[in-house]
C-alpha cells in the first residue's frame, strides 16, 4: 500500500476507533445530566462539565477527520496522472492551507469564551468545510437539494453534522444557562444521531463503490 492509500484509510479508521466511542459516552452522559437536572437520579458535579468535555472532543474530531478526507482527495488528485488536477501546486498549496486554517479555528472555538470569539470561529470553521468541499474533487452524489442523491450524500450529512457539532460547541454556556437553549440543543442533537448513523451507512456505500 501507498501513503495515499494510507491516509485514505485514516478517516474511517478514526471514525470508528475515536468519533463513534465518544458519541456514545456523550450521549450517556447527557442522559445523566438531564436525570440530574430533573432530580431522577443523584449524579456527580462533575458529570455535566464531563459532558461537555466529551462534547468538545467530539466536535474538533468530527472537523480533523473531515479534513484528513479532504486532504486526502486533493493529495490523490494531485499525484494520480490520471485525474486532471487545475491549478497546479499553488491551488493545491491554498487548499491545505484553508484546512490548516480550519484546524486552527475549531481548536480556537474549543478555547475561547466570548461570545462573538466563538461565533466567529465557529463559522470560520464551517466556512472552511464548505469551501474545500464544494472543490471539484470532493465525491458528492449531487448538489442538487431536489434530488435524492443530494439526502444520500455522504458529503452534504457530514457537512450538516459539522455545522450542528459546530453549533453546539459554540454555545456551551448558553445551553448551561437557558431552557429553551437546552431543548434546542437536545433537538439538534437527536438530528446529530441519525446523522451519524446515515454517515456510518453512506460511508460504507461509497467505500464498496456503490
Same mark, same amino acid.
Given at each position: 500500500?501507498?501513503?495515499?492509500?494510507?491516509?485514505?484509510?485514516?478517516?474511517?479508521?478514526?471514525?470508528?476507533?475515536?468519533?463513534?466511542?465518544?458519541?456514545?459516552?456523550?450521549?450517556?452522559?447527557?442522559?445523566?445530566?438531564?436525570?440530574?437536572?430533573?432530580?431522577?437520579?443523584?449524579?456527580?458535579?462533575?458529570?455535566?462539565?464531563?459532558?461537555?468535555?466529551?462534547?468538545?472532543?467530539?466536535?474538533?474530531?468530527?472537523?480533523?477527520?473531515?479534513?484528513?478526507?479532504?486532504?486526502?482527495?486533493?493529495?490523490? $488528485?494531485? +499525484?494520480?496522472?490520471?485525474?486532471?488536477? #487545475? =491549478?497546479? &501546486?499553488?491551488?493545491?498549496? @491554498? *487548499?491545505?492551507?484553508? /484546512? !490548516?486554517?480550519?484546524?486552527?479555528?475549531?481548536?480556537?472555538?474549543?478555547?475561547?469564551?466570548?461570545?462573538?470569539?466563538?461565533?466567529?470561529?465557529?463559522?470560520?470553521?464551517?466556512?472552511?468545510?464548505?469551501?474545500?468541499?464544494?472543490?471539484?474533487?470532493?465525491?458528492?452524489?449531487?448538489?442538487?437539494?431536489?434530488? $435524492?442523491? +443530494?439526502?444520500?450524500?455522504?458529503?452534504? #450529512? =457530514?457537512? &450538516?453534522?459539522?455545522?450542528? @457539532? *459546530?453549533?453546539?460547541? /459554540? !454555545?456551551?454556556?448558553?445551553?448551561?444557562?437557558?431552557?429553551?437553549?437546552?431543548?434546542?440543543?437536545?433537538?439538534?442533537?437527536?438530528?446529530?444521531?441519525?446523522?451519524?448513523?446515515?454517515?456510518?451507512?453512506?460511508?460504507?456505500?461509497?467505500?464498496?463503490?456503490?
Amino acid at each position: 500500500m501507498t501513503a495515499i492509500n494510507w491516509l485514505a484509510l485514516l478517516h474511517p479508521v478514526l471514525m470508528i476507533l475515536f468519533v463513534y466511542p465518544v458519541v456514545g459516552a456523550t450521549i450517556r452522559l447527557g442522559i445523566l445530566v438531564r436525570e440530574r437536572r430533573l432530580g431522577i437520579t443523584k449524579q456527580l458535579a462533575a458529570v455535566p462539565v464531563e459532558h461537555s468535555d466529551h462534547g468538545r472532543w467530539l466536535t474538533v474530531a468530527v472537523v480533523v477527520v473531515v479534513l484528513i478526507a479532504f486532504v486526502y482527495s486533493f493529495l490523490k $488528485a494531485w +499525484f494520480d496522472p490520471a485525474l486532471a488536477f #487545475s =491549478g497546479g &501546486l499553488q491551488r493545491l498549496a @491554498l *487548499l491545505l492551507l484553508v /484546512a !490548516a486554517g480550519s484546524l486552527g479555528s475549531v481548536l480556537a472555538l474549543a478555547q475561547v469564551k466570548r461570545p462573538p470569539l466563538r461565533a466567529i470561529f465557529a463559522l470560520l470553521t464551517w466556512a472552511g468545510v464548505l469551501g474545500l468541499g464544494s472543490e471539484p474533487e470532493i465525491w458528492r452524489l449531487s448538489d442538487n437539494p431536489f434530488s $435524492a442523491g +443530494f439526502w444520500g450524500s455522504h458529503y452534504w #450529512s =457530514g457537512v &450538516l453534522l459539522t455545522g450542528l @457539532l *459546530l453549533f453546539s460547541l /459554540a !454555545a456551551r454556556p448558553e445551553i448551561h444557562s437557558s431552557v429553551r437553549m437546552r431543548r434546542l440543543h437536545v433537538t439538534s442533537n437527536v438530528l446529530v444521531a441519525i446523522l451519524l448513523a446515515v454517515q456510518a451507512i453512506s460511508g460504507t456505500r461509497d467505500l464498496l463503490g456503490y
